[in-house]
């Protein structure tokens, strides 16, 4: 199994600026690309941007050039810079992240951050 912790969200006005962390912990399974989604209110999950194990990234137009996803490999942690902030990127933030062991595939979730952006 991949567990999955979600930390830095918080409440930051427009503008501003905020690092999510997902921590992943992983027993027998290879974690491959990861990706973190975010559900505004009254709204579907949507996925903002997703990185490769070879760190090779993909933004939604929404946040193309604010936020910044990475990855360190060696700690299995993954990284969202979001800067310029808008009240529309107001949501809760999941990290998602595939992983493999042999022909077995998996996706896990973690529980979610909450970002909220103020006018």
């Known amino acids: 199994q991949v567990h999955l912790v979600e930390s830095g969200g918080g409440s930051v006005q427009a503008g501003g600026s905020l690092r999510l962390s997902c921590a992943a912990s992983?027993?027998?399974?290879?974690?491959?690309?990861m990706g973190w989604y975010r559900q505004a209110p009254g709204k579907q999950r949507e996925l903002i941007a997703d990185?490769?194990?070879?760190?090779?990234?993909d933004y939604a137009d929404s946040v193309k050039g604010r936020f910044t996803i990475s990855r360190n490999n060696a700690n299995n942690i993954m990284f969202l810079q979001m800067n310029s902030l808008k009240p529309e990127d107001t949501g809760v933030y999941y990290c998602?992240?595939?992983?493999?062991?042999?022909?077995?595939?998996?996706?896990?979730w973690g529980q979610g951050t909450q970002v909220t952006v103020d006018i």
């Open positions: 998602n992240a595939e992983a493999s062991r042999g022909y077995s595939r998996i996706a896990s």
């Open positions: 992983a027993t027998i399974f290879t974690i491959n690309a």
């Open positions: 990185i490769t194990s070879r760190g090779i990234t």
